[in-house]
């Protein structure tokens, strides 16, 4: 019998009161596997300290990063039909929206926002990947056409921060029709001589990658970002070679020149806006001499 263990800890223990410790205090780096404290972490825009590696970010986390004082108006999704399809695998799809809403205080995939970056008036369109995976369905799709409505109404730069999985699949043929839709939105806002930046983050692969997240007028990515459609494993198979280590990552995509910048998220705002003020300086300045 040990008298410490059994007599003396507990006599202590009963004297001092045992204080509970959060176990959200320390969280580990999914790259590098180093602990980051969670205040340090939240100082960081959840970058990892250690390696470098950029954590995923909730929309409200990233919009308060992306705007001039962390100040914007969010905007009304459209309302869509839910559930169009009564769609059912191992639960029904309209019980998979209530947990995702529960889950994550939103409507669905899409958050719409407006504000100024550097400035300059610009509208927001962002993904929440914890959303069912950012998938994109009639709600994503119609956030995006008035998000672009929003932004030439207000003569605003359009910036579309993707990250997604893809379509939506319990909503079947309407989710793959929100990608032309898309596609439509965008040039309605170059059309109105506005500028549309891209924003790649992680991941942005599937229906999103082949639609409005590669025709911007300049892409910009955060490190490390898996950008694609389909999976690595899906095209060694098709193309039966082994793929580059980096293949799908946003450094490949901008030694291959799809994407233009790789930008920290601590240099976003600056960099955004410093586009920003030369797009939208060159297009009064344009007006003006006609």
């Known amino acids: 019998m040990n008298w410490l263990t059994n007599f003396i800890r507990p006599r202590i223990n009963s004297i001092v009161p045992s204080k509970e410790v959060p176990d959200n205090l320390w969280q580990k780096c999914p790259s590098c596997e180093g602990m980051l404290f969670h205040r340090d972490l939240e100082e960081s825009s959840k970058v990892c300290y250690h390696c470098g590696h950029h954590l995923r970010i909730t929309v409200k986390e990233r919009l308060s990063i992306m705007f001039d004082d962390g100040q914007y108006e969010t905007v009304e999704l459209p309302k869509v039909a839910h559930d169009p399809l009564k769609f059912k695998d191992r639960k029904k799809y309209a019980d998979r929206l209530k947990e995702s809403q529960a889950k994550t205080g939103l409507k669905d995939a899409m958050t719409i926002a407006k504000g100024t970056i550097g400035g300059q008036k610009a509208v927001i369109a962002a993904f929440n990947f914890s959303f069912m995976g950012g998938s994109m369905g009639m709600a994503v799709g119609e956030s995006i056409v008035k998000a672009a409505e929003i932004a030439v109404k207000e003569k605003a730069a359009l910036i579309t921060i993707p990250s997604s999985g893809g379509a939506r699949m319990q909503e079947g043929m309407l989710s793959l029709v929100q990608m032309p839709r898309s596609i439509i ?55 039966r070679e082994t793929l580059p280590d980096d293949f799908q990552t946003a450094e490949y995509l901008l030694d291959h020149g799809i994407v233009d910048m790789v930008v920290q998220r601590g240099d976003l705002r600056d960099t955004i806006g410093r586009i920003l003020n030369l797009l939208m300086s060159t297009e009064k300045k344009s007006k003006k001499a006609a």
Do not use: C, N, Q, W
């Open 185 to 239: 939105a965008v040039e309605m806002v170059k059309d109105a001589g506005l500028p549309y930046i891209v924003l790649l983050t992680d991941p942005t692969t599937g229906g999103v990658s082949a639609s409005f997240a590669m025709v911007g007028d300049i892409h910009l990515a955060e490190p490390g970002s898996t950008i694609g459609f389909a999976g690595r494993r899906v095209i060694e198979e098709t193309v």
